[in-house]
C-alpha cells in the first residue's frame, strides 16, 4: 500500500472509483470536482497494484470557527479493497498532512441511517459525534442527512 497526492492521471479511476461508491453523483461535476481537488493539492491516492481509492478534503485555514481545520469530503474504496485497512491508512496520511502544516482539527461527515458502519470506523480513528443534520435540501445528492464528527489533533 502506498499513499500520495493524486496526479492528473488518477482522474479516470477516481470517477469509476466514485461512481462505484456513491452512484447518485452526477459524473460530470465529480470531474470538475477532481479538476478543483488536484489544483488544491486535496486530494490523496492509495495505490495497491494500481488505484485502489482516494480521499478528498477541503483546507479552512483562515475562516472562524473552522480555523486551521480540514474537511473529509469523500472518501472511496474500491470494493475489492475494502475492510484490508485502505481507508485507515488514507486518514492517517492526513493526519500527518495535518500535523506538517498545524492543522489542529479534522471534521467529517457520514449518513445519518441506522447501522451506518462508518460510524464505528471513524470512532476507531478518535472522532467523536459532534452534530447531526436531519433535514437535507431535496435537490441533494444525499438521501439521508448527515451525521458530522471531529477529531483534535495535537500539533
Given at each position: 500500500?502506498?499513499?500520495q ?29 477532481f ?13 495497491e ?9 477541503g ?7 473552522f ?18 485497512g ?10 500527518s ?8 482539527m ?50
Amino acid at each position: 500500500m502506498k499513499v500520495q497526492p493524486a496526479k492528473n492521471q488518477d482522474k479516470k479511476e477516481f470517477l469509476i472509483t466514485q461512481k462505484e461508491a456513491f452512484p447518485n453523483l452526477n459524473s460530470k461535476k465529480q470531474a470538475i470536482y477532481f479538476d478543483n481537488k488536484i489544483k488544491n493539492k486535496e486530494i490523496f491516492v492509495v495505490y495497491e497494484e494500481g488505484y485502489a481509492g482516494h480521499l478528498c478534503f477541503g483546507k479552512h485555514l483562515l475562516s472562524p470557527p473552522f480555523a486551521k481545520s480540514v474537511f473529509v469530503e469523500e472518501m472511496a474504496i474500491k470494493k475489492k479493497y475494502q475492510g484490508k485497512g485502505f481507508g485507515s491508512l488514507l486518514m492517517k496520511f492526513l493526519f500527518s498532512y495535518c500535523k506538517k502544516n498545524k492543522i489542529g482539527m479534522v471534521y467529517v461527515s457520514t449518513a445519518d441511517y441506522g447501522d451506518n458502519k462508518t460510524i464505528k470506523f471513524y470512532e476507531k480513528l478518535g472522532f467523536n459525534i459532534i452534530g447531526s443534520l436531519k433535514d437535507i435540501d431535496p435537490n441533494s445528492e444525499y438521501e439521508h442527512g448527515q451525521i458530522f464528527l471531529g477529531k483534535i489533533l495535537e500539533i
